[in-house]
């Protein structure tokens, strides 16, 4: 590349233009703080949406300590019914809600079933018991679970347990992924 040759005017003109110019010593730059704070974000109050949301279309039989349970939401095959209960599926939590009243039991299983669809959990574990401590024999948890999770929107399927996972008194639950995980729940 050549080199750019200025006349005498041109350079004349420049230096009047820019004035007196004081040399630098250093080649570092003092930063100032800012004189405004940083601007903090504004809190943004969750939202409180109810999961319970489904109806429950026919009203659901009473249960009882060795009866088994099993749900499919519609739309879904049976295949993925048949899945769950072979443990297809593999657990990605669990939780015990024995000795919990009705009321304990749907905030924790709630708050549960929140965090597992948030942090991508797709078969969760729940152990409601049988309801042996129940009054006239009749499990309270099972029956208020079995209602719960067929009005929540975020379960897909659920279904008693094996014997050696807990048979009756536990259930697999199948979740729809977060939709931060971007996959729908149709590839099953």
């Known amino acids: ?91 990605d939590a669990d939780i015990d809600l024995h000795g919990l009243t009705s009321r304990q039991a749907q905030q ?9 669809v948030e942090d991508g959990c797709r078969c969760v574990q729940i152990v409601h018991g049988k309801g042996y401590n129940s009054p006239d024999n009749q499990p309270v948890l099972k029956n208020d679970i079995n209602l719960w999770l067929r009005q929540h929107k975020d379960v897909l399927a659920f279904c008693s347990t094996p014997p050696r996972a807990g048979g009756t008194g536990a259930l697999y639950v199948l979740l729809k992924l977060s939709d931060k995980f971007g996959q729908p729940e149709d590839e099953l």
């Open 1 to 91: 590349m050549r080199k750019k040759t200025t006349s005498a005017d041109d350079s004349a003109l420049f230096r009047s233009t820019v004035g007196n110019v004081r040399r630098v010593d250093t080649n570092t730059v003092n930063l100032r703080p800012d004189k405004k704070p940083r601007p903090v974000p504004a809190f943004k109050p969750l939202e409180q949406v109810d999961p319970l949301q489904n109806e429950v279309g026919e009203s659901l039989e009473t249960l009882f300590q060795e009866d088994k349970v099993g749900f499919l939401a519609p739309g879904l095959q049976k295949s993925v019914l048949k899945k769950l209960r072979k443990g297809y599926y593999g657990l």
């Open 108 to 116: 924790q299983l709630l708050r549960f079933l929140h965090y597992c």
